[in-house]
């Protein structure tokens, strides 16, 4: 008898729609250049056909429209998780989308683990029956089957939307902290990266006290491990943002390095189960003319995470018969 270690999931891409209201639909090119790259690379994707009801804002006199990044709670019913599989995201703006991949795992309890520069749980973050980028983590949260939340390599100045929310505009603009914010709930942890320094003149007086106001809620890094993880089964969602020099839309925000992020992989996945995973945040317009021939690295550096994390979803296959591994991702 032999064993062989296969990864029995799925990977999926997104048929990604970057749109502004019914009028225009155009494909994310950030998408189409990781669908091009994995593609060379031999990776076979099942797409997600992805349409969302957008919340649209009338600029009134200007005749134009934004998209509110509060997108509407779509029915997700046709997607399951019901095996391990890899979702490839577009941009940041489009992490929203994690909240459907997860609310949809066949786990019965689940423990959710982000990556992330940001806390993705804005004080305004829940807008009725909408989710979007900036808190869809307080939606995951109040899911029944989410026994802990960990949001890893936090930027403290980030984590200042988790707190209250600005009124005014320009010099009149003030910063209003809330009352016992949501963050801080019994499910979620928070562990900042070991490598930032905090600038108080970066931030309002107010900003400032209060991040040392909550100072004791926020834990190193240095300080995670995935044993104090309650549930055997893991999320694990990468906004590469967390990435100090990624091409992402708030690029040289986080800290990390790719090192670090395929360590934080591979001790999760040594002692849980990871059953789905994510990735998101390339936005390859924030590459200067000078760069653009490093496109080709930071793909190279998304299929590393891909594989790590494909490596450790993995399952035991026995077969009396000699073969090679193999990659299966049909249905």
Avoid at 12 to 20: G, S, V
Avoid at 95 to 112: A, D, G, I, Q, W
Avoid at 205 to 216: G, P, R, V
Avoid at 221 to 234: A, C, N, Q
Wanted: with cysteine.
């Amino acid at each position: 008898m032999i064993i062989f270690m296969v990864f029995m999931g799925r990977t999926f891409i997104f048929r990604d729609m970057d749109y502004y209201y019914s009028k225009f639909w155009k494909n994310d090119p950030n998408l189409q250049s990781i669908e091009d790259y994995f593609e060379n690379n031999g990776v076979d994707f099942e797409k997600i056909n992805w349409s969302e009801r957008v919340k649209l804002i009338d600029h009134g006199s200007t005749g134009s429209y934004h998209i509110d990044d509060c997108i509407k709670k779509v029915d997700f019913s046709s997607f399951s998780q019901s095996e391990r599989s890899i979702v490839l995201n577009g941009s940041g703006k489009y992490h929203h989308r994690t909240f459907f991949l997860v609310k949809n795992s066949s786990s019965v309890e689940l423990s959710y683990v982000q990556l992330d520069a940001h806390t993705d749980f804005g004080t305004w973050g829940v807008c009725n029956d909408f989710v979007n980028s900036g808190g869809f983590v307080e939606n995951i949260v109040d899911l029944k089957k989410i026994k802990k939340v960990y949001l890893l390599g936090l930027v403290p100045t980030e984590i200042i939307a988790s707190l209250g929310h600005n009124e005014g505009m320009g010099p009149n603009k003030k910063f209003i902290l809330v009352d016992n914010p949501p963050i801080f709930n019994k499910k979620t942890e928070l562990y900042l990266h070991d490598n930032y320094v905090l600038n108080p003149e970066e931030l309002s007086d107010i900003e400032f006290k209060s991040l040392i106001k909550y100072q004791e809620k926020y834990k190193s890094l240095m300080r995670f491990s995935p044993s104090l993880i309650p549930t055997e089964d893991v999320y694990v969602s990468i906004d590469l943002d967390v990435i100090g020099e990624f091409p992402t839309s708030f690029r040289r925000l986080g800290k990390l390095s790719l090192e670090n992020v395929l360590e934080l992989i591979s001790s999760i996945g040594k002692t849980k189960n990871i059953v789905g995973a994510d990735i998101c945040g390339l936005d390859l317009n924030q590459l200067s003319y000078e760069e653009g021939d490093k496109k080709s690295i930071y793909l190279k550096q998304i299929y590393t995470i891909y594989q790590t994390l494909k490596s450790f979803m993995k399952s035991e296959i026995y077969t009396a018969q000699s073969q090679s591994p193999h990659l299966h991702l049909s249905p």
